[in-house]
């Protein structure tokens, strides 16, 4: 069993930065592929950006790239997502995410997310 707790969210200005973050506990794996979703009022769940450890690469949604970054730490139990300019859309709860197949899924673990919040 793997728990994921999210922190780093919060209300911030157009334009501004936030830094998430997302520690694996419990049974961990070593290949962990691990990512983030997010989920705003009214809408489905959304891919958002994940890192695939076996080949080291990394996944964006169109919407977020070149203004957010996923990236984990040597230990491989912390994921994280560096967020620039930040825009009204981008206001959701993000979810951390951990698979045994690969950053596209399928999804094995859920953490229960930090609310982003994003004014104009």
């Known amino acids: 069993q793997v728990q994921l707790v999210e922190s780093g969210g919060g209300l911030v200005q157009a334009g501004g930065s936030l830094r998430l973050s997302c520690v694996a506990s419990?049974?961990?794996?070593?290949?962990?592929?691990m990512g983030w979703f997010r989920q705003a009022p009214g809408n489905e769940r959304e891919f958002v950006a994940g890192?695939?450890?076996?080949?080291?690469?990394?996944f964006y949604a169109d919407s977020v790239k070149g203004r957010f970054t996923v990236s984990t730490d040597n230990a491989e139990k912390t994921v994280y997502l560096q967020m620039d300019s930040l825009k009204p859309g981008d206001t959701a709860v993000y979810h951390c995410?951990?698979?045994?197949?690969?950053?596209?899924?399928?999804?094995?673990?859920w953490g229960s997310g930090t609310q982003v919040t994003v004014s104009s």
């Open positions: 995410f951990s698979s045994r197949t690969g950053p596209l899924g399928p999804y094995n673990y």
């Open positions: 890192n695939d450890k076996t080949y080291g690469t990394t």
């Open positions: 419990g049974r961990t794996l070593s290949r962990l592929h």
